[in-house]
Every structure is written in C-alpha cells, then in structure tokens.
C-alpha cells in the first residue's frame, strides 16, 4: 500500500509536467490589479480557490468519479467530464484545464497503463470528452487502491502546492514563505476534503463570481507571464 | 411537486414571417399580458407578470415556452422579482426554454431582489436544436434590510443548464449564501453588492462580437468589474459586479442591442416598462 502511495505522490509532484505551471487560474489578475501582493494576501486567495471553487469543481468531481469507478459506471464518468468543462466558462482556464487534464492522462498512461485511462483517452480521441486532470487523477488513484478520502486530498494537495509554486513566482514570494503557505494549508486541505464528502452532485459546480470573472479578464491581459 | 403556485406554459409558432402563440396556458399566480410586436418584424414580446406582487414562503412556480422554427420571441417581466422573507420553506421557480432551428428567443426578466432571510432557488433549462439563438440575462441584487446589512438574504441559488442539440454545453450554478461564505469580499463578489450574468449562444458568436461587447463594457464609468469570454459550445458569457441594479441594466441594454445586431440582425425596441 505504502509502495502505491508514494506512487501516486509522482502526480502530485510540481515537477510533475503536466504544464500547470503555465495557469495561473485568475490570480495573475488579482497581481496585476495589486490585490495579491505578499504572502499573506496570496494565502487569503488561495483559501477562497480552494474553499469556494476547486471545492465544487474538481475535488468534488474526485469523489463522484471515484464512485463512477467503484460501480464501473464509466457512463457517468463521461458526462463528469463534460459537466467540468462546459461549467468552467472562462475559455482560457476552460483550455487549459484540458491541456493539463490531456498532458496528465499520456504520462499517466505511460506510466500505469490502467485500461481505464486508455478508454477515457479513446472518449477523448473520439471528442465525445474533453479530459480533466481531476479524472485522471481519480483513475490513477483508484487504480492504485488508494481511499477515495485519500485521493481528494492528494488531488487537493497537489493543486494547491502548484498553485504555490506559481505565486512565488509571479508575486514573488521568497520559497519559505511559499512552504509556509503549504504548511498553513493542511488544516485548509483537510477541511475541504470533509466538506466535500458531505456534498452531492446538486452542489456540482458552484461560482466564485469574482474568481471567475478575473480568469475571464486574463484573457484580455496583454502583458503576461501566465497563459491563464 | 405537483401543488404549483402558478404555471406557464406558452408555445410560439411562426405563421407567415409573425411570430403567433400556438398555445398559451397560465394558472394561479403567474399571467402572461397580451403580446405586444414593437415593429414589423414579427418578433412578439411577452411580459410575464406576477400577480401576486411577489414570491412568498414555499411558492413553486414553472414556465414551459416553446420556440418553433424560424419564430422570433422577446420574454420579459413586467418588474422585479421581489422574494419575501420565507421562514419555512424556500421558493422555487424552474423554466424550460426550447428553441427550435432558425428560432430566437430572448429572456430578459428584470432584476432578482431577494429581501431580509429570503430563500430562493431557480432552475432554467434551456434545449436548443443547432441553428437557433438564445439571449439570457440576470441581474441579483439584494433587498433592503431593517438591520442595514448589505446581504441580508438567507440564499440565492441560480443553476442553468443549456443542451445543445441534446448535449449539455453550458452548465451555470450561481450560489449566494451570504452566512455560510464571506460573499462580500475577495474572489467572491469583491465588495460589490449586485451581480449581472448575461448569456448568448448562437452559431454566429465570433472574436469581432466578443470584441466589441468587451469595448462597450470597458467604456463604462462606473465603478464595476466585469469579464466576457467564449463558452464551450458557439456562444458568449459576461459577468459584470456593481453596486446598482442601473448601471447592470445599462451595460446590458447596450450589450443587448450589440447581439441582437449581430445574431437577429434587428435593433431591438427599449423594453421600458414605465
């Protein structure tokens, strides 16, 4: 078990090239605006990245896909896929969620070759899906017998420790005030993994407007160093 | 739920280039008024209206419209929204819009006022065959409060679900809940206090078209916030955060008369209802 964790940390790892390190997910905006602006301003946003949007999207997609996966219900897994693109409406994030999603699945193909992961890359070689990191996550994770709790929070774990990445870049934040905002975040990550189990699918894709609107406002940023 | 407080249903067909309701339903308390053509295109207007004055504890309403081929329709109310306090349980309104090809359909109710522990929640389904147009708008804003506190409103949960051609392609869950979220401040709505959403799809949304909306909007004095982008499915969505009903209203009115050029080759008439 010990020996299948330590290899679905290789996911979670922000050397992992899934090109996430390119997305920025709105907070280039919140920079530039000179909202986030130190190390604990870019903690306050990550919180409400985390708590008010990966929260409906993508962690609560983890759990309703690992289920999906239990009951081999790979119908449902498809239409998750769908249902997390089409409520991302901001196209820049909408399209790079699929880079990442569709970098993620080749690697991850190459590296476990779970059959599951070949069908969701036919879906999308089909274009009847459009791929998602956080599926593909889920079926490596559940490949790997890892606990559905498990693969939220490593999921969780690895977006938001890439996110931290790109603030101490972009910010910039010294790299031990970024370790201090992961350090600061276990208590966040395992808050939401707690509040997601206790969510359904009517919960599925709640807003941040303000979140959103700035992932929109990137597109329209010429000076960049972000590509969402 | 079969008890519905008032239902809708209305069918629009076209006959000889005018837009004609093929069928037209209405019990309890929802009324549809008379239909109004603002010109010689054939395009009908309807004002949905609310006897009542406004939506009270535990009120279900539901609306069925149906756009046939080639029909031109304008869906509007006659004023605001206006959700009361509902202290046992919450008010439930759900549409079903279905466009049928070479149909325009445009629904712009006025603006949602949820007032002091108001609970509202609102399902719009929207089904579309490729080849028609569909024009969406809302705008939340919260009611007066005796307590003075900005959101004073228990929840308002908006969810809209648009198939294209019987596949989802726009999923919209919008949920304000001022006491379970810090709602008023970052990443949330940024210290604005209203909330516009506005939503075209149409085959013929191109780059030029979300170009010029985005000018229009950027050219806004007020204090607001906004973004546009392009959805998953040919089609555009706009988010604009203000601190009034007015300056949403303006910037949509503008948008509205930029898509309908565009995607109904039609200036629209102004839908002042007063």
């Known amino acids: 078990m010990d020996k299948n964790i330590l290899s679905l940390f290789q996911l979670c790892d922000s050397n992992f090239p899934t090109g996430a390190f390119s997305h920025s997910f709105g907070l280039e905006s919140y920079i530039q605006d000179n909202l986030v602006t130190d190390q604990e301003t870019f903690y306050r946003w990550l919180q409400v990245y985390l708590h008010e949007q990966l929260v409906y999207t993508d962690g609560l997609a983890c759990s309703l896909v690992y289920e999906a996966l239990s009951i081999e219900d790979f119908e449902r897994i498809w239409e998750l896929d769908r249902l997390l693109t089409v409520q991302n409406l901001p196209r820049e994030t909408r399209e790079g969620t699929q880079m990442i999603g569709s970098r993620m699945l080749k690697l991850a193909q190459t590296l476990f070759g779970f059959p599951i992961l070949s069908k969701y890359n036919e879906e999308i070689r089909k274009k009847h899906s459009f791929g998602h990191p956080s599926i593909v996550f889920t079926m490596v994770a559940h490949g790997l017998g890892v606990s559905k709790t498990n693969a939220i929070l490593y999921y ?23 370790q201090m905002i992961i350090h600061r975040f276990v208590s966040d990550l395992t808050k939401a993994v707690e509040k997601i189990l206790l969510l359904g699918e009517e919960d599925f894709g709640i807003v941040s407007p303000g979140l959103e609107l700035s992932q929109m406002k990137h597109e329209r940023v010429n000076i960049r160093i972000f590509m969402s | 739920m079969g008890d519905w407080t008032g239902e809708l249903s209305l069918d629009l067909e076209n006959r000889n280039g005018k837009t004609v309701a093929g069928n037209v339903f209405f019990q309890g308390a929802f009324k549809v008024m008379r239909p109004i053509y603002h010109d010689d295109s054939g395009q009908v207007c309807y004002y949905l209206l609310n006897p009542g004055g406004g939506y ?3 009120d279900r309403y539901r609306m069925k419209i149906s756009a046939g081929e080639d029909s031109k329709v304008t869906l509007t109310t006659q004023s ?33 006022i949820a007032y002091e522990n108001a609970h509202y929640k609102q399902k719009n389904v929207v089904r579309m065959e490729s080849g028609s147009t569909f024009l969406y708008t809302d705008i939340l804003t919260p009611g007066w409060s005796p307590s003075g506190e900005k959101f004073s409103y228990d929840t308002i949960q908006l969810k809209t679900e648009i198939y294209l051609d019987g596949k989802l392609g726009v999923f919209d869950h919008i949920k304000l809940s001022p006491e379970d979220n810090s709602v008023e401040g970052l990443g949330f709505m940024e210290g604005f206090t209203h909330l516009g959403s506005l939503m075209a799809v149409s085959e013929e949304t191109d780059n030029q078209l979300l170009d010029e909306l985005y000018d229009k909007i950027y050219s806004e004095q007020a204090n607001i916030k906004f973004g546009l982008s392009k959805l998953a499915i040919p089609g555009l969505s706009i988010r604009v955060l203000a601190n009034s009903t007015q300056i949403i209203e303006r910037i949509f009115n503008d948008c509205h008369k930029i898509i309908s050029r565009k995607l109904n080759h039609a200036t629209p008439r102004s839908l002042r209802k007063y």
Do not use: C, F, W
């Not at chain 2, 349980?89 to 549409?95: A, G, N, P, T």
């Open chain 2, 56 to 58: 009270l504890d535990g």
């Open chain 1, 156 to 178: 969780l774990y690895s977006s938001i420790s890439s996110m931290v990445q790109n603030g101490v870049r972009a910010i910039p934040l010294g790299q031990t005030g970024g």
């Open chain 2, 80 to 112: 605001a929204t206006k959700v009361y306090k509902t202290p046992k349980d919450h008010v439930y309104q759900e549409s079903e819009i279905l466009l049928k090809k070479g149909s325009y359909l445009e629904y712009l109710p006025d603006p949602l």
